[in-house]
Nanobody, 118 residues
């Protein structure tokens, strides 16, 4: 099993930046993909960005050019640098990981709240 713990959420004004971190523990050798999803109230959980072993990444269209996903395998950690934040980015952000080179895996973190004020 893999455990994921997010940190770095909070309240920020529109146009500001936040950096989310997700540290993995447990059976970390089995992890291939790591990524971030978000869920706003009343909406479905959606992919924000993800990366697989080897470096390939994917981003949702609405964050391209503003968010950057990165991964430090030595620390078993994935990051999400969020710049030029907008009020519509307000959501609970979840870390996700999986053993296959897919953008969505079976392991989830508990989520961290990001609130962007206008």
């Amino acid at each position: 099993q893999v455990q994921l713990v997010e940190s770095g959420g909070g309240l920020v004004q529109a146009g500001g930046s936040l950096r989310l971190s997700c540290a993995a523990s447990g059976s970390i050798f089995s992890i291939n993909a790591m990524g971030w999803y978000r869920q706003a109230p009343g909406k479905q959980r959606e992919l924000v960005a993800a990366t697989i072993r080897g470096g390939a990444t994917t981003y949702a269209d609405y964050v391209k050019g503003r968010f950057t996903i990165s991964r430090d395998n030595s620390k078993n950690t994935v990051y999400l640098q969020m710049n030029s934040l907008k009020p519509e980015d307000t959501a609970v952000y979840y870390c996700n990981a999986g053993p296959d080179p897919n953008w969505r895996g079976p392991w989830w973190g508990q989520g961290t709240q990001v609130t962007v004020s206008s």
